[in-house]
């Protein structure tokens, strides 16, 4: 998978892009579990993708959404065992 950032939110942690073999869209939020820092990808379609591209405060909710792990059913990537907590 290559997952292309189009926006970075450096102040509220979080980026939205797009995957480009599959053409999904993300909203992706860093976490670490210790050993490893990586990111968690939540998919999103294009309406909501073209919104927070264009507001990237509408994604706060969706972002605070994803760090306490209610939204996992829009995980593109399953996490491991050993799944890192949002920084």
Known sequence: MKFQD???S???MF???FEQDSGRFYVSIPVSNGMVDYEEYYEV???TFDLFKRDPDAA???VMRC???ELDELLI???GTN???AI
Request: no cysteine; glycine share 8%; aromatic share 4%.
């Open 6 to 8: 189009v926006l970075v």
């Open 10 to 12: 450096r102040e509220h």
């Open 15 to 17: 980026s939205v892009g």
């Open 45 to 47: 379609d294009r309406a």
């Open 60 to 62: 706060l909710r969706f």
């Open 67 to 69: 760090r306490k792990r």
């Open 77 to 79: 990537v399953q996490p």
């Open 83 to 85: 799944r890192g907590t």
